[in-house]
């Protein structure tokens, strides 16, 4: 392999390719609570299902650091989960007290609920696992799967919750696109904060549970940026979609956002960075060319439709001189928001008294559409013989997420380059 394809951890590359010029985010308000941080998770019992993800596993580290008496770390996905445990335990005898395991457990499956029930009681909860993608949304039973996951199973946790420790902090990690959805992802989303936040599924919920709204976080599993080294390492073309900017947090400023909002901000509030667009939007073009530059490449740009003269041999032996093949494709797939942002045009902002850090006041659906919702999509889930559509499922969405517009085009992710 190339020695221009070694490149550097994530956290150094994120910091070449985003620059901060006035610091990271979320520091100051980080360091400034590192006491608060010690009295509440030192000898603590946490759950964080999810762990093995990106931004779980950035934060499962950060509290590990204050000492919690016990970490309980649950993904499907058992091979990240397996990297994750390497990873910790290879950082040597540093947590020989902390009572560390790692679970191959769907969150919502009567596996889970046998192991939660068989727990003393957790102080902290944090749930980081989701259905996250755009991509994932792309015909009836992906939609359903997503619903499922992100809406009903996220219900069904907090329920688990309410019987197996009715006092734990619970935080649910939330995204930008649950903002004034165009998605189906974005409004699971959005979905998920009226049950965390909604008497119809608890009455306690609310009075000890948090969120917050992400935006893109660099080189997270699945993500554009993530695809970028895996394509450099395959020696492919990196692919691009024309005049899309995007927020990005790195992988440490997002731990220290789920920290505060889990730990800090008061319960009942849904969080959000306070993030200035021409401060922090980025092209994703030119996130391409800062990364290559990084590994000594230069961006060569093909337009779509166009092919590299000569074929995969040409760019191969431009590749050997410092030129790397870019394609830029047409941002015309379904859901997809020209803009991204943190508050639709419903909600409201107010401050929380941090300096990155604010509150989301946002409008929660009338007592009963939740419910009447949730039953209706477990119906669905039981009845695979039911014709659907997704323009029905929207439908019913809407009517607990009025400001859903889903922006269907007729093309998805997976037929792109």
């Known amino acids: 392999m190339s020695s221009r394809l070694f490149y550097p951890i994530l956290d150094d590359l994120t910091e070449k390719i985003l ?98 029930r068989g727990q003393k009681p957790y102080h902290f909860v944090l749930h980081f696992a989701a259905v996250k993608h755009v991509r994932s949304e792309k015909d009836v039973a992906s939609v359903l799967h997503m619903l499922d996951t992100n809406v009903l199973k996220s219900a069904r946790l907090l329920r688990w919750l309410d019987e197996v420790s009715p006092d734990a902090r619970v935080f649910y990690v939330s995204t930008d696109k649950a903002a004034d959805p165009a998605s189906f992802m974005g409004a699971s989303k959005r979905l998920m904060e009226q049950v965390l936040f909604s008497a119809d599924i608890s009455d306690t919920a609310r009075a000890r549970s948090t969120s917050v709204r992400f935006a893109n976080v660099a080189f997270s599993r699945g993500s554009l940026l993530e695809s970028f080294l895996f394509r450099l390492a395959r020696r492919q073309p990196l692919a691009v979609p024309r005049g899309v900017r995007r927020f990005f947090l790195g992988q440490r400023e997002a731990a220290r956002l789920c920290m505060l909002a889990a730990f800090c901000v008061p319960p009942g509030v849904l969080a959000a960075p306070r993030l200035e667009a021409s401060l922090y939007e980025v092209e994703l073009v030119e996130l391409a060319r800062r990364l290559l530059e990084v590994l000594g490449y230069q961006a060569k740009l093909i337009e779509e439709g166009e092919e590299v003269e000569g074929g995969a041999e040409d760019w191969m032996a431009r590749m050997r001189e410092g030129a790397y093949p870019v394609y830029l494709t047409s941002p015309d797939t379904s859901g997809e928001k020209e803009r991204e942002i943190l508050f639709g045009a419903r909600e409201a902002v107010r401050e929380l008294g941090y300096r990155d850090l604010m509150e989301v006041l946002s409008p929660l659906c009338l007592p009963g559409a939740l419910a009447s919702f949730l039953g209706r999509l477990e119906d669905w889930m039981r009845t695979p013989e039911v014709v659907l559509t997704k323009e029905m499922i929207a439908e019913e969405v809407r009517k607990v997420v009025p400001e859903f517009e889903h922006r269907e085009t007729g093309r998805n992710l997976d037929e792109q380059r």
Do not use: M
């Open 19 to 116: 620059p901060r010029p006035e610091g990271e985010l979320f520091l100051t308000d980080f360091w400034e609570r590192q006491a608060e941080f010690a009295d509440k998770i030192h000898g603590s019992r946490v759950l964080v299902t999810g762990g093995a993800g990106s931004i779980g596993s950035a934060t499962l580290r950060c509290i590990l650091s204050f000492g919690p008496e016990a970490l309980h770390v649950i993904d499907q996905n058992e091979n990240d989960l397996a990297e994750l445990v390497r990873s910790i335990r290879n950082q040597g005898p540093a947590f020989p007290r902390v009572d560390l395991r790692f679970l191959p457990l769907d969150f919502g499956s009567s596996c889970c609920y046998r192991f939660l």
